[in-house]
């Protein structure tokens, strides 16, 4: 039986290869996890940036996902990787505060966000590395 949870993913790579994580590969895993969690993914809560730089946050699929959370249409959002949202530490910490402040849970998929004082560590020297 299927939680009536609202989720979405979210996945971005960059054009430039090779990229070090495939979109196609990101979006299966996403795909995976959630079904995992027993939960059912519409296809207009996938989020896919295909071809740009996370070093920008003008993205077409991130404005849209931003929009949908911001009208409290999304209670998870599964992402690979921090660095997958962006590559600017200020702006991942942003955007995940805002999203959870919108009642939003975020789940990586390569580890979870800080809830100890050693993994909140680990998620920002991640992030930072990633920058």
Same mark, same amino acid.
């Given at each position: ?27 299966? !895993?996403?795909?995976? #996890?959630? %079904?995992?969690?027993? /939960? ?7 989020? $896919? *940036?295909?071809? &740009?730089?996370? !070093?920008?946050?003008? #993205?077409? %699929?991130?404005?849209? /996902? ?7 249409? $999304? *209670?998870?959002? &599964? ?53």
């Amino acid at each position: 039986m299927m939680n009536t949870k609202q989720v979405g993913i979210y996945a971005r790579a960059a054009a430039q290869p090779p990229a070090a994580h495939p979109i196609a590969g990101q979006v299966a !895993a996403l795909r995976a #996890r959630v %079904a995992q969690d027993g /939960l059912a993914l519409l296809p207009e809560m996938e989020f $896919i *940036d295909e071809g &740009y730089s996370g !070093a920008t946050l003008v #993205r077409p %699929a991130l404005a849209r /996902l931003c929009a949908v959370i911001a009208a409290g249409d $999304i *209670d998870r959002l &599964y992402i690979a990787s921090p660095d997958r949202l962006t590559r600017q530490w200020a702006a991942m910490v942003r955007l995940v505060d805002e999203f959870q402040r919108q009642g939003v849970e975020v789940i990586f998929l390569d580890r979870e966000l800080g809830r100890s004082p050693e993994e909140a560590l680990l998620w920002q020297a991640q992030g930072m590395m990633a920058e």
